[in-house]
């Protein structure tokens, strides 16, 4: 087993749980960008969101609500962010989809989501829909 995540979700690498159910586990993260920062992870492999089977989905969805209300309970944040760095460019460094919990605390610095990145595009929104919707019709 070469994976980290799958590592520490079979408790070959010591990590510190704060949650656990037959599909998830859930553990502070190594590196704290505040505090009670949790890593989500399926205890099933999977790269990233596109890769997780549609039916582990609800669970695993089901562990991130259940490790966010602990934190709620535990540290009383003002809110959280919450978010997946799905691949390279966005940072995903573990190839094991996770989803990092973060508390969020008066004064502490964030920005929202819409601080990560600059990139509008030119083209208008009709243009960009018609795209996606095209390249995902059935045949
Ligand atoms: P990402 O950059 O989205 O792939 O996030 C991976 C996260 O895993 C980083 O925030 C790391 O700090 C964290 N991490 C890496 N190794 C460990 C570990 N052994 N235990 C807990 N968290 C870890
Ligand atoms: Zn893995």
Redesign the pocket.
């Known amino acids: 087993m070469e994976c980290?995540f799958c590592k520490?979700a079979n408790k070959l690498?010591p990590?510190h749980v704060i949650y656990e159910d037959v599909s998830a586990v859930s553990?502070?993260?190594?590196?704290p960008i505040s505090m009670g920062h949790t890593?989500v992870v399926p205890k099933e492999h999977a790269q990233n969101l596109l890769e997780i089977p549609d039916s582990s989905l609800g669970d695993f969805f089901g562990a991130v609500k259940n490790s966010t209300a602990m934190l709620q309970k535990a540290l009383n944040p003002a809110g959280f962010t919450i978010g997946i760095?799905h691949g390279r460019i966005s940072?995903?460094?573990?190839d094991h989809l996770?989803v990092?919990i973060i508390p969020r605390f008066e004064g502490d610095g964030g920005g929202s989501l819409h601080s990560v990145v600059h990139n509008p595009p030119n083209e208008p929104l009709e243009a960009i829909k018609n795209r996606i919707l095209e390249s995902n019709k059935s045949k």
């Open positions: 980290l520490i690498i990590s553990f502070l993260d190594i590196n890593v760095n940072g995903q460094s573990v996770h990092h």
